[in-house]
């Protein structure tokens, strides 16, 4: 496998159900991040982790836990969601966040898990 | 409030023409802008980046150009090629931001190439 992956790519899920997102990068990479992309709108920005340590949360609601146990993986944990959270959750790796070096550091994405809940 | 916008939610060229993406900004904070691809079933890829001090930015087909005092930015390519056809985002960043490198994206244009 090369570049960042995620699983599933589908997920259809109940209101009470708890479920989790998987997201592996296998570029060599510090940070990792989780973005939300809901129909007609923006990519937002939900979490950031560097070296596994979490270092934005953008004000996304508690039934929403990420989790990096190591600087490859990135879980994003599901409970007790909303209709309105169904969209795509894309999964992106950077070498650095913020870069080391002042220059900004490509975000590299997965193909993103499309999440419906009923 | 969307910082990012692309106006455009479409837009249709024939092939071999020019296509121009289009994006304005509202945020003066911004400093670093980049255009991202993406096919259906995959995660967008970058393309394209253009920083503040410049104005234009060339990689093979594909020019960026940066106008700062109308907040504006565009996407050229040319020639346009079937392979092209995408949604096309446009991405912003604030690097002065206390080193926070955020990125703030638009909501995307769908390109399709007529051949």
């Known amino acids: 496998e090369t570049g960042v992956t995620q699983t599933p790519r589908h997920l259809v899920m109940g209101m009470t159900n708890k479920k989790s997102l998987k997201c592996e990068q296998h570029l060599g990479h510090n940070a990792m991040y989780w973005y939300k992309q809901s129909a007609k709108k923006p990519l937002e920005l939900m979490f950031v982790y560097s070296l596994e340590e979490r270092v934005e949360n953008n004000s996304v609601p508690s039934r929403f836990s990420p989790e990096c146990p190591n600087s490859s993986h990135l879980f994003l944990h599901l409970h007790t969601l909303q209709p309105e959270d169904s969209a795509l959750y894309l999964c992106a790796s950077s070498q650095d966040f913020p870069p080391a070096s002042g220059i900004y550091n490509e975000q590299f994405f997965g193909p993103g898990t499309r999440l419906t809940v009923l | 409030d969307q910082q990012v916008k692309q106006n455009s939610p479409s837009l249709s060229v024939q092939e071999g023409r020019i296509s121009i993406l289009n994006c304005d900004y509202t945020n003066s904070m911004f400093d670093y802008f980049l255009w991202y691809k993406k096919y259906p079933a995959e995660g967008p890829t970058f393309l394209i980046s253009?920083?503040?001090?410049?104005d234009k930015n060339e990689d093979g087909r594909f020019t960026v150009f940066l106008n700062k005092s109308a907040k504006h930015l565009s996407l050229h390519i040319v020639p346009s090629q079937p392979g092209d056809s995408a949604v096309y985002f446009c991405a912003a960043s604030a690097s002065s931001n206390f080193g926070n490198e955020k990125l703030t994206f638009g909501t995307g244009t769908r390109l399709t190439i007529i051949p």
């Open positions: 253009i920083s503040s001090i410049k």
